[in-house]
DNA sequence: CGCGATTTGTGCACGTCTTCACAAGCGCCT
DNA sequence: AGGCGCTTGTGAAGACGTGCACAAATCGCG
């Protein structure tokens, strides 16, 4: 991931925005805090402890409480911390107070299902143009947007600045479509296609890959079989448990 | 993550595979690099190099190099490994040599464009059923399949043993689904619903969040952002050119 | 007004992962 | 056969992330 330089001078008078200089594994896990808040929030819960917040996100309440402590938390001892500040808190530090465009290229089978998904707009990302170079495709309309040639990107990009671009396309096709996202001044890529992406100093590209998720799967489903005795094919349902081995602490993050 | 149990035999009884206990990073990035060597193969490579191999997959040779040491790999010093040899080693560790059944439970928008979805099958993956609770999607046929209620669960899991599944449900059924697939003997699950599932030892689920891959994003766009607009605090010494900056090192595997 | 219950924030130790650097091994060329 | 260049495999060091355990801080109550 981006290599984060440290800030030229160290002992900085306290700035009020404070750059955080997150940890990595930090900022991966706060929309998992966040969406927890919110979860809360709905529910009526104006404070919550750290380890109320961490069992509804899934992760130990000592992890969570370091995490906060890093953006500077607000939180009570002996009460815990006030949901709303705290959501205010990780929506500033990750930036979602200012609504992102996002440009989505490629409207294929999956193109057509992250359009459709409502759980980008809830978090303060409004897609703003869908593309797809096949001319097929181009002017169907999917969830109130049209969709554009890939060619007419330029033009979209210089009327509405793009803070995102989401690639959906094949595989052989994304390598051309992150470098023209490039050329239009978008400095992060979210990739599905199944292949490397090559971008220049700056860009940050984060990777999706299903099938990747499913044989990390199967590598355990694998293991699993061959500790339990052998039964190397069929894993028929109902094994009983062997209560010797203790595969604990499912329930990942899915990042890093 | 998983916790790895130590078999309790250590010098256990040969088992032809030798059980690998990879480290869970090792396991991640295994796929990726079976992807980059499906490559290599079908452009008439026979060897590859680590080098080579390392920039194909987007990661340092170094790692590479001690991931698959680790698989007890086969390579050849001065030459590099054999990459027909290299795939059989992976698909074998990662447990992809037998056809895994997937049951894919939501046929929502998701759930459509994952049952359309090719790159399952290409690695060994065979969705074998497609479920939802909605009784006007019981019935649609999707690629082939034909989705049927979820409470047909039981019988079609007594039938087929179904190794792996794939919750794609709103996330307010996601637990219910996650206790279903559990009850039938599943024990692994990839789980698309924005939630925390609980779960018994001894099943695995891994988390695919889109809206969190997003935020994840928008908080390095937001820093960037905030590095080359306002030059923070008062530090006399100002940041020098930001050209001196190197963000290195993007293309980064999702997980870890 | 002070005390105890509760919860945060964090120092420290430990485990995991990454990266460098280099010796060992292999093939090829002379 | 011998040497040379190339590449693997790995020891060691360092960076990073995690979790324990406890002091500091805050509230409520007698």
Redesign the interface.
Known sequence: ???H?H???PG????V?A??D?PEAT??R???Y???LHNLADTGHETVSSEGLAT???VNSAKLRKDLSHLGSYGTRGVGYDVAVLIGQIES????TQN?A?ALVGVG??G???A??D??A????RIAALFDADPARVGEEINGLVVRHIDELPRVAAEESI??GVIATPAAAAQQVADELVAVGV????NFA??????P???????????????????????????TGLP????????A?PG?????????????
Chains 1, 2 share one sequence.
């Open positions: 991931m981006s290599q330089r800030p030229g001078a900085s008078a306290g700035a925005p750059l955080p997150l900022v991966a706060l929309p998992e966040l969406r927890a509804a996100a899934g530090v990750l930036g979602l992102r996002v089978n999956l057509h299902a992250l459709g998904y759980g980008f809830s978090r303060g990302f803070a995102i400095t992060s890529i979210l199944p292949c490397v992406l090559s971008v100093e700056g860009v940050d590209v984060r990777k999706v890959d299903l099938a990747i998720e499913l044989q990390i799967l199967s590598f355990h489903e694998h293991r699993k079989a061959s500790l190397a094919t069929g894993g028929s349902a109902l094994t448990l010797g081995l203790a595969a604990t602490d499912s329930q990942e993050a899915i990042g890093t």
